[in-house]
T-cell receptor
Framework: ETGVTQSPTHLIKTRGQQVTLRCSSQSGHNTVSWYQQALGQGPQFIFQYYREEENGRGNFPPRFSGLQFPNYSSELNVNALELDDSALYLC????????????FGSGTQLSVL | GENVEQHPSTLSVQEGDSAVIKCTYSDSASNYFPWYKQELGKRPQLIIDIRSNVGEKKDQRIAVTLNKTAKHFSLHITETQPEDSAVYFCAAIRAGNMLTFGGGTRLMVKP
């Protein structure tokens, strides 16, 4: 059984650029959620994908978008990066849409300069 | 939406002592309350969870209690060990909704 893997582990971008983060879900899990964790804070829900469709969204602007692929892997895209987007981005997979018993990846640390 | 507050933000205990972390939530419809442990530089990991139809749940040295009337729940760690040092997050969710995390508690266990 493989765990949740994310790539890249670290990324440095400049303001205004675009970024794509990737996540492979745990084997057997069909739901992927993305979270933003600012330094010293709890993770904040960005959105969830189930069967390749967005299935819930937190309080994030439209420049945060995502995709889920037939193999349940997922991408998070952020356009027009702002300094405040600097954070750890966590992907979590679960066997259903209930957001219970999440398995998190190790995250992508994004720095926007 | 749901709002989860967590206290204290930092907690220092001596090895062998007990540690208690408390959370309050705002949405009375919330029915699932997990606790995650995040060691420095690592992923959050689920350590225990409780549903709203249960008042207490234990797993070895870890227990969680839930008071639905007061809308608060607590994590209890007994006989703390240095490897318990980490940031602990509580969270709350209601069916079909998103998971809302507390701000975290940094627990330091001194040998």
């Amino acid at each position: 059984e493989t765990g949740v893997t994310q790539s890249p582990t670290h990324l440095i971008k400049t303001r205004g650029q675009q970024v794509t983060l990737r996540c492979s879900s745990q084997s057997g899990h069909n739901t992927v959620s993305w979270y933003q964790q600012a330094l010293g804070q709890g993770p904040q829900f960005i959105f969830q994908y189930y069967r390749e469709e967005e299935n819930g969204r937190g309080n994030f602007p439209p420049r945060f978008s995502g995709l889920q692929f037939p193999n349940y892997s997922s991408e998070l895209n952020v356009n027009a990066l702002e300094l405040d987007d600097s954070a750890l981005y966590l992907c979590a997979s679960s066997p259903g849409t209930a957001n219970e018993k999440l398995f998190f990846g190790s995250g992508t640390q994004l720095s926007v300069l | 939406g749901e709002n989860v507050e967590q206290h204290p933000s930092t907690l220092s205990v001596q090895e062998g002592d007990s540690a208690v972390i408390k959370c309050t939530y705002s949405d009375s419809a919330s029915n699932y309350f997990p606790w995650y442990k995040q060691e420095l530089g690592k992923r959050p990991q689920l350590i225990i969870d409780i549903r709203s139809n249960v008042g207490e749940k234990k797993d070895q040295r870890i227990a969680v209690t839930l008071n639905k009337t007061a809308k608060h729940f607590s994590l209890h760690i007994t006989e703390t060990q240095p490897e318990d040092s980490a940031v602990y997050f509580c969270a709350a969710i209601r069916a079909g909704n998103m998971l809302t995390f507390g701000g975290g508690t940094r627990l330091m266990v001194k040998p």
